[in-house]
């Protein structure tokens, strides 16, 4: 008589070569502590360093004095006037006519596209784009159909072959396991042409990339187009966390109405907000984002012959391929003294197993040289 399933082995084993543990950590600037070991920090989203900036941190612990959590969600009793200051200014900044903050990246894409679509709706997704995205897009009960990476002949080919009322084009912006880029100017001239909204998330390019840290949308001139809906991060280069969504006022107003992920979440930590308030204004400064392209200038010359992934963000793949040869030189490079991580299938395909280096504002020249002649060694 085979075992009866229960709550010790509803789920199958994991391989060793797949199996995910989850390090206690705790980061000193681009320092981070694991088992005892101090190691420089090549992992972090942290792109300017600006989560243990003096500013920021204080920022948020003049807002703990009035509280720590929120107590409820934003249309009961969450809704601080902080936040509402917050979305102007990240409207303004961007160009957009309105925002709208929500928890976390994750919760921003489920809610979003499930507020957008239902069954009779046709969604358009690049085949990398990031897990919310997708699973958003399952969520909403939508036809989804698949593009090739940044296939953009294959995009209209698709979008000639099914044609709907309602239809929605998704990428992400940076994309944040390759590194490379999204094509917004291309992108919006079919979701033009071919009557649909367009999603564009941007986590990884807001705050670090584009004409004044504004992202790829900036480069291309594109924002507050009325098709255009933006999703954006204080996880990654605002050093915070929560998310924000960008868009005209009418798409605002109606995910205020509709976005279960927020409606039904509680609101954001006010200390957050200061946080995240105060990120902004270095942002716009610049000061860490210039520092970041010198550092990633440096890091791109240095590692010009080695064989990495084309990206000009902060995001610096090097494919290794199987999955045992990825973590055996994130082993060497951790007994080295560098914190970099061997990232496997599923979260990249079969057989691209990658260490995926990410460059800060916060490395010092001396930090980037060090790695890269340990990587000239193991290559």
């Excluded at 920021?56 to 409820?72: I, P, R």
């Excluded at 679509?117 to 909403?140: E, K, M, P």
């Excluded at 057989?351 to 193991?378: V, W």
Aim: glycine share 8%; with cysteine.
């Amino acid at each position: 008589m085979p075992d009866m399933l229960n709550a010790r082995n509803w789920f199958a084993d994991v391989s060793a070569h797949r199996s995910r543990r989850f390090l206690a950590s705790r980061r000193d600037g681009v320092m981070i502590h694991v088992d005892d070991a101090a190691l420089i920090n090549f992992a972090s989203n942290d792109y300017l360093g600006l989560s243990t900036h003096t500013a920021v941190c204080m920022g948020a612990q003049g807002a703990c004095a009035e509280s720590v959590g929120s107590g409820a969600s934003r249309l009961v009793s969450g809704d601080h006037p902080m936040m509402h200051r917050l979305e102007a200014k990240l409207a303004n900044w961007k160009g957009f006519e309105a925002c709208l903050l929500v928890g976390s990246g994750m919760l921003a894409n489920i809610g979003l596209l499930q507020a957008l679509a239902d069954r009779h709706t046709h969604i358009f997704s690049d085949r990398l784009n990031h897990a919310s995205l997708v699973d958003g897009a399952r969520l909403s009960g939508a036809a989804v159909h698949r593009f090739s990476h940044l296939d953009i002949a294959q995009l209209e080919r698709l979008l000639v072959k099914h044609p709907a009322k309602r239809r929605i084009i998704v990428s992400d912006g940076i994309f944040s396991m390759d590194g490379d880029a999204a094509s917004p100017t291309n992108l919006l001239a079919l979701a033009e042409a071919h009557d649909a909204l367009l999603i564009i998330d941007d986590a990884h390019g807001i705050g670090c990339m584009g004409p004044d840290g504004k992202g790829i949308t900036a480069v291309c001139n594109i924002e507050n187009q009325s098709r255009l809906i933006e999703v954006g991060t204080f996880g990654k280069s605002f050093g915070s966390y929560g998310a924000f969504i960008l868009g005209n006022h009418e798409i605002i107003e109606g995910l205020r109405q509709r976005q279960r992920s927020m409606i039904y979440s509680t609101a954001l930590p006010v200390a957050l907000i200061a946080a995240a308030e105060t990120s902004l204004l270095l942002i716009q400064r610049g000061e860490e984002r210039r520092q970041l392209q010198q550092n990633l200038a440096l890091f791109k010359r240095r590692t010009a012959d080695f064989g990495f992934m084309a990206s000009d963000s902060p995001i610096q793949p090097l494919v290794i391929g199987s999955d045992a040869a990825a973590l055996k030189m994130a082993m060497q490079l951790r007994e080295a003294g560098f914190f970099v991580p061997a990232i496997r299938p599923p979260t990249v395909p079969e057989g691209t197993a990658r260490l995926r280096f990410t460059i800060t504002a916060n490395h010092t020249r001396e930090q980037i040289e060090l790695l890269t002649d340990c990587l000239k060694g193991l290559l």
